[in-house]
């Protein structure tokens, strides 16, 4: 079975950084894409940024310059590299992964991490 571990949440300050790190483990046939999406209290789960396995990334516009997701195929690992934090990115940080299966090779199936918690103070 895969799993997604993520790490690398805390408390930073305002304007402060963190690194996130989601490793994927099990048998990976093939990786689509990976990303990230967060949630805050009492908020909707909402898409931060992925990365395709053409290396194409996207952002959500709140996190566009202070925010980079990168990714390490050896280690079938995803980053986000979180700079210039404010307090409204205080939220509960998901990793996710959409993958092929050997059995289904033109089908994808959503992953989903245990998430990290990240707050900002202000």
């Known amino acids: 079975q895969v799993q997604l571990v993520e790490s690398g949440g805390g408390l930073a300050q305002a304007g402060g950084s963190l690194r996130l790190s989601c490793a994927a483990s099990g048998f990976i046939f093939s990786i689509n894409s990976m990303g990230w999406f967060r949630q805050g209290p009492g908020q909707r789960r909402e898409l931060v940024a992925t990365?395709?396995?053409?290396?194409?990334?996207n952002y959500v516009d709140s996190v566009k310059g202070r925010f980079t997701i990168s990714r390490d195929d050896a280690k079938n690992t995803v980053y986000l590299q979180m700079n210039s934090l404010k307090p409204e990115d205080t939220a509960v940080y998901y990793c996710n992964a959409k993958l092929g299966r050997k059995e289904t090779p033109w089908h994808t199936y959503e992953y989903w991490g245990q998430g990290t918690q990240v707050t900002v103070s202000a």
């Open positions: 990365i395709t396995s053409g290396g194409t990334t």
